[in-house]
């Protein structure tokens, strides 16, 4: 079955400083990947997604993850944090390669405070 | 395009009673699925319809059912309320065998 584990809860950084949350899945296909945020009573935009090819991956906001099959990894980075990042992350796999997109198994998030 | 939307925003419930949230998606979207995020909480896949069936089906008890239209808009209906219903609940709305699912802002149901 598909899992995802996003290491640590809460990430705190500078503004200007790198921005890295951690993403790990489980999966017996291989996955459809995603990164979504969340802010406060809001609902989830998605940020950046991996179905196939380049395994580096750009998305909004100056956000870009990196799929490592080997490490069964997805980790979101940022090169310098701004205040509007402040918000909720979440890492999600898709549980039917054939349905990408549907039926996402979500972490439990990440998250993320920028300090000035 | 006014993305997907939900309606209510926020409702409060009692314990036992029953509740009906209700999902547009997307323009030209024919895939629904909602999802229950308990506070602090990532998303949890309750069930997903299309062509009005219930094609996928999370971890949930059948006090959760739901119904899709022919115009694809999707209700989402929770009998006998418990107090751990209590969370923000999400529709997501996708082009059959799509990758990406675009997301509403969701119902915040309270129940007491």
């Known amino acids: 079955a598909q899992s995802v584990t996003q290491l640590g809860s809460h990430v705190s950084v500078s503004e200007g400083a790198l921005v890295l949350l951690r993403c790990n899945y489980s999966?017996?296909?291989?996955?459809?990947l995603f990164w979504y945020v969340q802010y406060p009573n809001q609902g989830l935009q998605l940020l950046l997604k991996y179905t196939t090819g380049a395994t580096l991956v750009k998305g909004i906001n100056g956000f870009e993850a990196e799929f490592k099959k080997s490490e069964t990894s997805f980790h979101l980075t940022k090169p310098s944090a701004h205040m509007s990042d402040a918000a909720e992350y979440f890492c999600?796999?898709?549980?039917?390669?054939?349905?990408?997109?549907?039926?996402?198994?979500f972490g439990k998030g990440t998250t993320l405070s920028v300090s000035s | 395009d006014a993305g997907v939307t939900q309606s209510p925003t926020h409702l409060i419930k009692t314990r036992g009673q029953q509740v009906t949230l209700r999902c547009s998606p997307k323009s030209g979207h024919d895939t629904v699925s909602w999802y229950q995020q308990a506070l602090g909480q990532g998303p949890q896949f309750i069930f997903q319809y299309y062509e009005e069936e219930e094609r996928q089906r999370g971890n949930f008890p059948d006090r959760f059912s739901g119904h899709q239209f022919p115009n694809y808009s999707s209700e989402l209906n929770v009998n006998a309320l418990l107090l751990g219903d209590s969370a923000l609940y999400l529709c997501a709305s996708s082009l059959e065998g799509g990758i990406e699912a675009f997301f509403g802002q969701g119902t915040r149901l309270t129940v007491v």
């Open positions: 999966s017996s296909v291989p996955p459809y």
């Open positions: 999600a796999v898709s549980v039917s390669a054939n349905q990408a997109g549907t039926a996402l198994i």
